[in-house]
């Protein structure tokens, strides 16, 4: 049972002038965005980061995926999303496999490695061990390894939000216009 009501549609002016511009940055609103509709000031603001996060990152289309499937393992809802996203960002089922198992995937080049290792650790909350972040440092600008931990972080705070509203998964054909607007947005850097 969700936990707050989460409307189609908002009722007000400002719940409106929200959706219509997470729907001008993504190509339409997810449940996801939905559920944070009662609080429109917020949703504003932390819709805005996840933008930045999807769409405004010095990152590849794959290094971003990468970083958020590391993060959806746990959240049924965001890895519904993003499978799909990352296979249509370049990466293979098994890698995806992997990171669901909580491994950080072969075959991937050493730049990508370093990214799902500091995002493993970034997750267990025990800091970063010394030669995770010499690794990420020596692939990574300072910039990089910001927008890592922005995405990590950004999508951390979502899926454990989704988890206690307890948010609906769209059907297939809702998640169709996810890819196709990814697909729109440019890709890779």
């Known amino acids: 049972?969700?936990?707050?009501?989460?409307?189609?549609?908002?009722?007000?002016?400002?719940?409106?002038?929200?959706?219509?511009?997470?729907?001008?940055?993504?190509?339409?609103?997810?449940?996801?965005?939905?559920?944070?509709?009662?609080?429109?000031?917020?949703?504003?603001v932390f819709s805005a980061v996840g933008h930045y996060a999807r769409y405004g990152t010095a990152l590849t289309?794959?290094?971003?995926?990468?970083?958020?499937?590391?993060?959806?393992?746990?959240?049924?809802?965001?890895?519904?999303h993003h499978?799909?996203?990352?296979?249509?960002?370049?990466?293979m089922q098994g890698q995806i496999d992997a990171i669901g198992r909580g491994t950080t995937p072969h075959g991937l080049q050493p730049a990508d490695?370093?990214?799902?290792?500091?995002?493993?650790?970034?997750?267990?909350?025990?800091?970063?061990?010394?030669?995770?972040?010499?690794?990420?440092n020596r692939q990574f600008s300072p910039r990089q390894v910001t927008d890592i931990s922005l995405i990590a972080g950004y999508y951390l705070a979502l899926g454990t939000m989704l988890l206690a509203f307890d948010v609906e998964i769209e059907p297939?054909?809702?998640?169709?216009?996810e890819l196709a607007w990814q697909?729109?947005?440019?890709g890779t850097r």
């Open 1 to 44: 049972m969700a936990l707050i009501p989460i409307p189609d549609q908002p009722e007000d002016a400002e719940t409106k002038a929200v959706f219509e511009r997470i729907a001008a940055s993504r190509g339409w609103v997810s449940n996801a965005m939905r559920a944070l509709s009662a609080a429109p000031e917020g949703l504003r």
């Open 61 to 80: 289309e794959l290094q971003r995926e990468l970083a958020i499937l590391i993060v959806a393992r746990s959240v049924p809802y965001a890895w519904a």
């Open 83 to 91: 499978v799909p996203l990352g296979l249509q960002a370049g990466l």
């Open 113 to 136: 490695r370093a990214l799902c290792d500091y995002v493993f650790a970034f997750l267990a909350g025990k800091g970063i061990a010394p030669e995770t972040a010499t690794a990420l």
């Open 172 to 177: 297939p054909e809702a998640l169709a216009v």
């Open 183 to 186: 697909r729109t947005q440019g």
